[in-house]
Structure formats: C-alpha cells, structure tokens
C-alpha cells in the first residue's frame, strides 16, 4: 500500500510540473514589422491574402530573411518574405517552360492543360520526387540545363510522357 502512495504522489508532481508551461499570446500591432507574401508570384503585405489559399493546394512554402530577402525582393523584403506556391502554379510553371522545348507539348496544352496528368523522365529516368503531381527536380530545372524535350499523347487511361534530355 505504501509503494502505492509513493507511486501517487510521484504522478501526481509529474503531471503538475508537465502543466507548468506557461503560453504567451501576442498581437501585432500597427508598428510591427510584417513580412512580405509571394503567393504563386503574386506580391502583397496582406497576410489575409493566404485565406485564399487552400491547405490542400500548397506544393511549397519558402521563408526567405536577411539578405536572401532583400537580394530578391529588395526594400520589400526587409522583414523577410513567406514564398507560397500552390500545385496547379507549379505545374502550369513546368509546363510552359518545357512547351519552349516541344511543339507537340505546345499544342496539347492549349486543349488540356488543367487537366491532364504526366509522367516525367529526365534522361531516361523517373525523378525520385515522381510521385508528385509535378517534380520539385523537374520544376526546379533551369531552361538553360534543358538540351530537349520529347512528348508523348496518353492512350485511354494513362499519363502523357514528357521526356526531358539535359545539357551534358
């Protein structure tokens, strides 16, 4: 019975001690600084502008600050910048830059651009981030390592091919 009581009261000062933290709240006010939003290239100061943003939607979020701010968004960017790119925008994004590449590309996406589903190779090979709807790797190409770009229509139930050879 005794090393019941002990037990107690051994639980009992653990879970006081473990609801001891303490939570501040604060509210911004007027003078605070606040950050820059880029919201699918979109620029504002008005975090009201995320609210539009379903959760579902986002592919990346990005926090810049200090110089890595400023040097892209210059004075804006003082007080850092919050980077939102929702997953239609990367695709759109990828796409058009690999069109530049593919005519055959260039006129399937004038007719099922929103729609369609893809399946990327670089150089022969999945990306390991092939399970996204868009690559991060393939969106993170720059044109300039983008030698070609080869595309192939779906048949009835599959994903359309984008073939992408890179610049040695």
Do not use: C
């Amino acid at each position: 019975m005794r090393l019941v009581y002990i037990f107690s009261l051994v639980f009992a000062f653990g879970v006081v001690k473990a609801q001891d933290n303490h939570m501040v709240i604060t509210t911004s006010n007027q003078n605070t600084p606040k950050p820059l939003y880029v919201i699918d290239d979109v620029v504002t100061k008005d975090v009201s502008a995320l609210s539009g943003v379903n959760p579902n939607d986002i592919e990346s979020i990005e926090i810049l600050k200090d110089a890595n701010s400023t040097a892209v968004y210059g004075n804006d960017g003082v007080n850092g910048v919050i980077v939102v790119k929702t997953q239609k925008y990367v695709k759109r994004k990828t796409l058009n830059k690999l069109a530049e590449f593919s005519a055959k590309l260039q006129r399937y996406l004038k007719h099922k651009s929103d729609t369609a589903s893809f399946r990327y190779l670089i150089n022969g090979r999945q990306p390991a981030d092939s399970a996204r709807q868009t690559p991060g790797t393939v969106f993170s190409l720059p044109k300039s390592a983008i030698k070609s770009v080869e595309f192939k229509k779906p048949k009835t139930g599959e994903k359309a091919i984008v073939k992408i050879t890179t610049k040695p």
